[in-house]
C-alpha cells in the first residue's frame, strides 16, 4: 500500500498571530495626494475664497430733497396767493409744507395699500382714485382745481420770445490775387535762376502770389556836409548875440558907476572891435 507525502506541511493557525494588526496600534497615515493639474485646483480654491456678487446699488433719484421742498414752497405760495393772501410768516410756510409732506405721504401709503390686497407690486390709476375718495379728495373736486389752474395760465401767459438770430460777424476781405497762369504760353523763368537744375522743383503759379502794395521810397538821408553847415550856423549866431548882450552891459555900467565922472582912459585905446560876417 502506497502512502503519499505532502511536501506542504501543516502550519497551525497560532503561526500567522504577528500578521494581524495590534488593536491598540496606530494606522499608518494615508500618503498625500498629489492632482496631476494644479492650476486647476488652484482656481477651485480662489473661486471659493470670492465674496459673492453684491447687489447693484438702486440708482440715486433725479428730484433731492431741497428740490422738493422749493416745489413744495412754490405751490403753498401760488395758493396762497390765489387764496388773496398778500404773505406768510416763514414758521407758518414750515408748518404748511411738513402738512403737505405728510398728507402726500398718507396717500402714497394707502395706494400701497389698495395694490398689495391686489397682489399688485406697484400701485396704479385705480388705486390712487380710491386713496383720494377715502380721504375725501372726489374727481369733481380735482377737476374743479385743474380748471381754475389752466384758467390762471390763460389770464398770465408767460410770454416765450423766440430765439433772435445775430447776423455773423462780417469776416475780412480776402486778399487780391495775380492772375493765373496761361496754360498755353511756357511760364517765364527769371535770368536770375536759369541757371539751376532742372532737378530743383519750379516757381508757383502766379495765383498763388499774395499782391501787396509797393514799398514806399526812402528818405534821403541829409549829408553830413549839411549837417555840419547848420550846426556852424547856429553856433555862430549864439556867438553874436552873446557878443551884443555883452557890449550894452558895459556901457549901461560904465554910465550908473561914473555917472557925471569923465573917464579919461576910455579914449586912450580905442576899444577892440569883433568883426562879425552877417553871412
Known amino acids: 500500500m502506497s502512502t503519499s507525502i505532502n511536501p506542504y506541511p501543516i502550519v497551525p493557525t497560532s503561526a500567522f498571530t504577528n500578521l494581524t494588526p495590534a488593536p491598540n496600534s496606530s494606522s499608518p497615515k494615508p500618503a498625500p495626494y498629489y492632482p496631476t493639474f494644479p492650476h486647476l485646483q488652484l482656481q477651485a480654491q480662489q473661486q471659493q475664497l470670492q465674496e459673492p456678487p453684491r447687489p447693484p446699488s438702486p440708482v440715486q433719484p433725479a428730484v433731492t430733497p431741497e428740490i422738493a421742498s422749493n416745489c413744495i414752497r412754490k405751490l403753498i405760495s401760488s395758493e396762497l396767493k390765489g387764496a388773496h393772501f398778500d404773505g406768510a410768516h416763514p414758521a407758518a410756510l414750515d408748518r404748511l409744507e411738513k402738512e403737505v409732506v405728510a398728507f402726500v405721504q398718507q396717500l402714497y401709503q394707502r395706494a400701497h395699500e389698495y395694490a398689495d390686497l391686489s397682489n399688485r407690486t406697484g400701485p396704479v390709476i385705480?388705486?390712487?382714485?380710491?386713496?383720494?375718495?377715502?380721504?375725501?379728495?372726489?374727481?369733481?373736486?380735482?377737476?374743479?382745481?385743474?380748471?381754475?389752474?389752466?384758467?390762471?395760465?390763460r389770464k398770465s401767459p408767460e410770454i416765450v420770445q423766440p430765439?433772435?438770430?445775430?447776423?455773423?460777424?462780417?469776416?475780412?476781405?480776402?486778399?487780391?490775387?495775380?492772375?493765373?497762369?496761361?496754360?498755353?504760353?511756357?511760364?517765364?523763368?527769371?535770368?536770375?535762376?536759369?541757371?539751376?537744375?532742372?532737378?530743383?522743383?519750379?516757381?508757383?503759379?502766379?495765383?498763388?502770389?499774395?499782391?501787396?502794395?509797393?514799398?514806399?521810397?526812402?528818405?534821403?538821408?541829409?549829408?553830413?556836409?549839411?549837417?555840419?553847415?547848420?550846426?556852424?550856423?547856429?553856433?555862430?549866431?549864439?556867438?553874436?548875440?552873446?557878443?551884443?548882450?555883452?557890449?550894452?552891459?558895459?556901457?549901461?555900467?560904465?554910465?550908473?558907476?561914473?555917472?557925471?565922472?569923465?573917464?579919461?582912459?576910455?579914449?586912450?585905446?580905442?576899444?577892440k572891435k569883433w568883426r562879425v560876417d552877417k553871412n
Not at 128 to 139: A, N, V
Open 126 to 153: 385705480t388705486d390712487l382714485l380710491r386713496t383720494c375718495d377715502d380721504y375725501g379728495l372726489s374727481t369733481d373736486h380735482l377737476r374743479k382745481v385743474k380748471a381754475k389752474t389752466v384758467k390762471r395760465k
Open 163 to 271: 430765439p433772435t438770430l445775430a447776423p455773423p460777424e462780417s469776416r475780412s476781405p480776402s486778399p487780391e490775387l495775380l492772375p493765373s497762369d496761361d496754360e498755353g504760353i511756357p511760364p517765364v523763368i527769371p535770368t536770375t535762376i536759369r541757371s539751376l537744375p532742372n532737378t530743383y522743383p519750379t516757381l508757383p503759379p502766379k495765383h498763388t502770389y499774395l499782391q501787396t502794395p509797393a514799398s514806399p521810397p526812402k528818405k534821403a538821408a541829409l549829408p553830413s556836409l549839411e549837417k555840419k553847415l547848420k550846426t556852424a550856423g547856429l553856433v555862430q549866431e549864439s556867438l553874436k548875440n552873446l557878443l551884443i548882450a555883452t557890449e550894452d552891459n558895459d556901457n549901461q555900467e560904465d554910465a550908473e558907476l561914473l555917472g557925471h565922472i569923465v573917464n579919461w582912459e576910455v579914449n586912450i585905446r580905442p576899444r
